[in-house]
């Protein structure tokens, strides 16, 4: 007891007397963090720099503010953006036909002159320069309704409004330059393209080796300060149609004309493509897709150091922009097209299930179909409101790396679990190609969004938990920038405040993971009540979990935390399912929390909960070894955690809803074009009709049963007539169920040539 009550006192005068604390715990730490923590190249610091965070850095700090996120304004759209949705959105899917499309391998040039005149290129362009100057929350909403009919036309859209010339020159432009650039722009006079991607540099964007040399040449009878410029790209969208070309590369001054810095770092350009050198033409194919996408290429192009965005003082900072810009193209243009597609399947596939009839009765009564089906639904609920919470980030004047890195990754691949569904359903009727196949177009183009904007895998096993831990973490990053930028005296005073903050931090998070986990989550309070409290109280708990093994992540590996991938995607994976589960409450709650939702509500913050807790037990199985392990899981859920993830009465609760409650079905699915496209038309009309002779079908398969003969050369006509003559059914209910037993054997009918 002595040697305790000793401890304690020794501890105490140690922590108590700053200069004592320096030398004993402060300084051996920061060296050791110094060797530990990983340190930032230019590029790291200039992306962590050119990115904040928002409700990520809650979850990540171990005490989410429920309160506080729900004080956020629920997504809307503006009267003039619901207008425009209304009407010139509605006449351009009436013109879009995917099959024509793709086999033209190109826009109808009336479609392409439609898009220009109606300002489809001019979303995100200020109205002073003739833009439309919408919301991310209309920009996706409008891209998500396109790709529901055309994928196609849905990319052609998505590219100027996402990461571009426009994007750029908002933000980093001279004031010459928008007011030249941007105008053309708007109107379509000017089709841009970005080029980024190169042979060597995919998802690593920094490993461009495309270049330019700074050089004085004549210019337009002048004799002026330029760049020389080498380059060749690839997988470049709307590149063989631009007239703008927006170019990455690597900026050098051998000679010292700029400066004494010989290389100047990745720089950002405007082209135009009948500027003499530039080449664009060649096409590639992706998946059979009828999107522009090609290469263009370029040797010694000389431009003048006006065309760089931002003029000279825009050289060197292209990563910067391209960091900044990238983060809103994938918050808003990806999630768009899984949300898109989420919506076409779940519309469709609930519609199919219930009219598709196998075994004598519809194949929705089957369990299996009605598993993959209320994923279809749970999954689409949450990629929606992702969709949404994510573009209001954006809305918000934010730029969180991190939370657009998850939108990417999770919907992208979480639309591909809902169309996998949606084939399986669907059977033969989604692998036989033809004007009636509403879902084989989106299936191949999942693919590309999964690709693009950073290979998914290096989303999920670098950037979500690699920019998060640093960035997110309440001190991390202020730490990092303390050791590697401050003098020594003054270093070590701020990173004394910072270390003795941190440890009271980890200290009050281990102790509440203790908690929680002798509580199974419920030990602390959450102000919402309801039928979705336990989800906050569970979310809480996953929170403190994150930090508390972040914490000992980043402690015992350091800088060896980048390359153990596999770790950090797990602890990536469980910050991603928190973002996700918050934004699934953050629908509910600004939807009105509508009962009829409630069921698909439960399913996706199960799934979440579940795929949260798995990856933070799979990430602790890894980290350490098993004893260590074990007792660090114990620690941290001492019963278990409960999370089984979505039940069979969940499974059936969803199924019921969507069939049920056709405001709920319209809601989960509002992004679906359904009148301007003939083949989902047709499968919802003959749907809404079986719904109506449900009653009259149980009656003739009734009388079928009973019936002592079977009349098995005679038609479905021939047989309703006869049970009209036994009195089976009236005339109006004969004539109704032939009706609808017409539209059904249409709409599942395939193709044929």
Not at 347 to 376: H, K, M, N, P, W
Not at 454 to 461: D, E, Q, S, W
Request: aromatic content about 10%.
């Amino acid at each position: 007891m002595g040697i305790i009550v000793f401890t304690i006192v020794v501890v105490c005068i140690i922590f108590a007397f700053q200069p004592l604390r320096y030398r004993v715990i402060s300084l051996p730490v920061m060296r050791y963090f110094k060797r530990a923590l990983p340190k930032l190249t230019q590029t790291e610091q200039e992306a962590m720099e050119a990115g904040d965070t928002w409700w990520d850095s809650q979850l990540f700090s171990g005490h989410p503010n429920w309160n506080k996120w729900h004080q956020n304004d629920a997504p809307k759209l503006s009267d003039k953006e619901q207008a425009f949705i209304e009407n010139e959105l509605q006449t351009l899917l009436s013109m879009l036909d995917e099959q024509q499309i793709r086999h033209d391998k190109d826009l109808p040039e009336s479609v392409w002159t439609y898009l220009k005149e109606k300002g489809f290129f001019a979303f995100i362009i200020p109205k002073k320069f003739g833009g439309r100057e919408f919301s991310a929350q209309a920009n996706s909403t409008i891209v998500a309704k396109i790709a529901s009919k055309s994928l196609s036309a849905a990319v052609t859209v998505m590219v100027p409004n996402s990461l571009g010339p426009a994007e750029l020159l908002m933000h980093y432009g001279t004031p010459e330059q928008k007011s030249d650039w941007l105008p053309k722009l708007a109107t379509g006079e000017a089709l841009p393209c970005f080029a980024l991607t190169a042979l060597e540099a995919g998802s690593d964007a920094g490993a461009i080796s495309d270049f330019g040399v700074v050089c004085k040449k004549t210019f337009q009878g002048k004799k002026v300060l330029g760049l020389k410029l080498t380059w060749s790209k690839r997988y470049i969208t709307l590149a063989p149609v631009a007239t703008v070309l927006g170019l990455a590369f690597k900026a050098y001054d051998p000679d010292g004309l700029l400066g004494d810095r010989p290389a100047l770092g990745i720089t950002c350009a405007l082209i135009p493509t009948d500027h003499k050198g530039v080449k664009t033409g060649p096409r590639h194919n992706p998946l059979d897709q009828g999107f522009m996408n090609g290469t263009t290429e370029g040797k010694d192009v000389f431009i003048p150091l006006d065309w760089v965005i931002g003029g000279q003082a825009g050289i060197g900072k292209g990563w910067r922009m391209l960091v900044s810009c990238l983060s809103a193209g994938r918050g808003i243009s990806l999630p768009a097209l899984s949300a898109g597609t989420a919506h076409l399947c779940t519309r469709t596939t609930s519609a199919y299930a219930r009219i598709r009839e196998q075994f004598g009765q519809s194949i929705a009564d089957f369990e299996g179909v009605q598993e993959s089906l209320a994923r279809i639904a749970g999954l689409t609920y949450s990629i929606e409101a992702c969709r949404q919470t994510t573009a209001q980030a954006i809305d918000m004047k934010k730029s969180p790396a991190v939370i657009t890195a998850i939108a990417k990754y999770h919907l992208t691949e979480m639309s591909r679990i809902v169309m996998n569904d949606a084939l399986d359903i669907h059977g033969g009727k989604a692998i036989q190609k033809g004007p009636s196949n509403y879902l084989a177009n989106n299936y191949t183009g999942i693919p590309i969004s999964i690709t693009v904007e950073g290979a998914n895998i290096l989303t999920r096993n670098l950037m979500i938990f690699g920019q998060g831990a640093t960035r997110c973490h309440p001190f991390i990053f202020k730490e990092i920038q303390v050791i590697q930028n401050s003098e020594a005296d003054n270093g070590l005073r701020e990173f004394d405040k910072l270390l003795m903050s941190h440890m009271q931090h980890t200290t009050v998070n281990v102790f509440k993971a203790l908690w929680l986990g002798l509580t199974r989550g419920y030990g602390l309070p959450v102000s919402t009540s309801g039928p979705t409290q336990k989800y906050y109280q569970k979310l809480n708990w996953l929170s403190v979990c994150l930090a508390v093994c972040a914490d000992l992540a980043m402690l015992r590996l350091g800088g060896d935390l980048k390359r153990k991938e596999m770790l950090s995607a797990r602890l990536g994976d469980v910050l991603s399912h928190l973002y996700l589960a918050s934004c699934v409450l953050k629908k509910y709650e600004h939807d009105g929390r509508q009962q009829g939702d409630l069921k698909a509500v439960h399913y996706a913050l199960s799934h979440h909960l579940k795929s949260g807790f798995t990856a933070l037990d799979d990430f602790i199985d890894n980290f350490t070894n098993r004893f260590v392990g074990q007792l660090l899981k114990r620690w941290c859920h001492f019963f278990g955690h409960g999370a089984k993830g979505p039940s069979d009465y969940m499974v059936g609760g969803v199924c019921t809803a969507l069939w049920k409650d056709k405001n709920a079905r319209e809601r989960i699915s509002h992004l679906c074009c359904v009148k301007s496209n003939p083949a989902v038309a047709e499968i919802e009309e003959a749907y809404l009709c079986y719904k109506s002779t449900i009653a009259t079908r149980k009656k003739l398969k009734q009388w079928q049963s009973n019936y002592k003969v079977y009349y098995y050369d005679k038609s479905f006509v021939d047989l309703v007539s006869l049970a009209v003559s036994d009195q089976v059914m009236s005339q109006e209910e004969a004539q109704s169920l032939i009706e609808s037993e017409d539209l059904r054997q249409k709409a599942i009918a395939v193709d044929v040539f």
